[in-house]
């Protein structure tokens, strides 16, 4: 008896690539219409959860500052310097089709796609304290992958010592990206060196507060190292590439004596203008009191042997 | 002149109650939770942000008068007044809701931040400035040295915009078109003063 055989077609098949795309800026301007209507459904908590995340030893105890205040509070200069700048420009970022390529000293160059992220690995929630280099600190529930299971794939080499990353540059969607005046230099870079990036606290973040990450936090997938000042953490990755010297990274080329290549969070060693012994909670409040700043921002059991011996005011 | 009627019959009380607007504003929305997630920055920032619009506000007075012929002199004492109680309201924020009175560490800050260093500077130019606007302090002063004293409004404001600069992460452009106005302003005066005394020269001369 012949075996029946379901039709399997592609679903670019059914869905043509420019359908699948007005598709998505038809639902985005639905979302943005009802927008207020929905936010009281997207609070804490929210039932909207739509990644499947397991628990990490990794997490702390710290109650994670209001989704409210991570999505509305951020740095991401391609969207404009003011902290409400990302949450009200980003909306035109389109995040699919979205491939990280992979390439340098690896024996299997070659690309990592958002949606296998999502699907083919593991999840994993990582709540983590995150230190803003200008002195405020927020704990925030990111969902992702550790960075090594990712680089692992492409089979690093023996004398690869650093991982250089890439942020996106699209300037018909990025506004700063198309100023005269831009505040950093384009595509925005970052880099690690390859013990950091491959070290257990390091992820790959595809999500926050249980939910794909929204675009002014970096969507659809944006590194998070916790123990480093929070630009270290790049956003909207499309590039890693392993190498052999230190990379560049985009603070340091925009003031060398104020942004150094480690940017490890440290109550001992000041910015130059303004003090780094103590943050400011967001979340807390107009009246609320500054909290001391932790060594490697309360990593260093985990991370502090990676810097055994280096003086850290010499490698800020 | 219809502007110029205008003005002679707006009284100045006008400008003490429009220009505290933006400070009703800011502290109310602050005590009702409405400043967004780092209230005391939002707070800070935009209280320091007034206080050099109202700066430039009372510096733009005579260039106005000299090129358009048109006169606010009668309301530039309560610009200026204004323009100092933002930067108190700005240096209580940094001192009480930022800083919380640690004088250890705002002490630190004046001594080691640049930023800050000349950000007290300027509020200490501007002291002077502010206990002596009034009639009879002129009239004690004498109008040549209490318009001398004033002049210290210039390196306050200069200093306050650089201050603002000074801050930021980066070079960015919106505290830099601060101080491209003070500068503006400021090189205005010398030019207009230089000139003057260039006619002043060949009148003699001649």
Known sequence: MPVYKYPMPLASEITSHSDYLNRRTFLTGIAGATGLAMTPFLGEGSAHAALKAGKSEFSTDAKPTSRQDITTYNNFYEFG????????NA??????????????????????????????????????????????????????????????????????????FETLVRPEEMPQQRSLFPPL?????????????????????????????????????????????????????????????????????????????????????????????????????????????????????????LYSGMDLKKFY | MVLASIIKRAPTWLVYLA????????????VTNQLGADPIATLENALGEWALIMLIAGLSVTPLLRIFGVSLVKFRRAIGLVAFAYVVLHFTTYLWLDRQWDWGAIWG????????????????????????SNNRAISKLGAHSWRKLHRLVYPAALFGAVHYALLKKTWQLEPLLYVAAVVALLTWRWVAKSKKRRQAELAVSS
């Open chain 1, 81 to 88: 310097t003011s902290k409400s700048d990302p949450a009200a």
């Open chain 1, 91 to 164: 909306g035109t970022l389109t995040t699919r089709p979205w491939t990280i390529e992979v390439d340098g000293m690896v024996n299997n160059p070659g690309t990592l796609d958002i949606d296998d992220l999502l699907t083919k690995f593991p999840l994993e929630e990582r709540i983590y304290r995150f230190r803003c280099v200008e002195a405020w600190s927020m704990v925030i529930p990111w969902v992702g992958i550790p960075l090594s299971a990712l680089l692992n794939k492409f089979d690093v080499q023996g004398s690869a010592k650093y991982v250089a």
């Open chain 1, 185 to 305: 230099e384009w595509p925005y870079v970052e880099g690690l060196r390859l013990d950091e990036a491959m070290h257990p606290l390091t992820i790959m973040a595809v999500g926050l507060y249980g939910d794909i990450l929204p675009n002014q936090n970096g969507a659809p997938a944006r590194l998070v190292v916790p123990w480093k000042y929070g630009f270290k953490s790049i956003k909207s990755v499309v590039k890693m590439t392993l190498t052999e010297s230190e990379p560049p990274t985009s603070w340091n080329k925009a003031a060398a004596r104020e942004y150094g290549f480690y940017s490890n969070v440290n109550p001992q060693v000041d910015h130059p203008r303004w003090s780094q012994a103590t943050e400011r909670k967001i979340g807390a409040g107009l009246f609320a009191s500054r909290v001391d700043t932790l060594m490697l921002n309360g990593y260093a059991d985990q991370v502090g042997s």
């Open chain 2, 19 to 30: 220009g505290f607007i933006p400070a009703i504003y800011y502290i109310w929305a602050g």
């Open chain 2, 109 to 132: 800050d004046i001594l080691k931040r640049p930023y800050i260093t000349i950000g007290t500077l300027a509020f200490f130019l501007l002291l002077p400035l502010a206990l002596t």
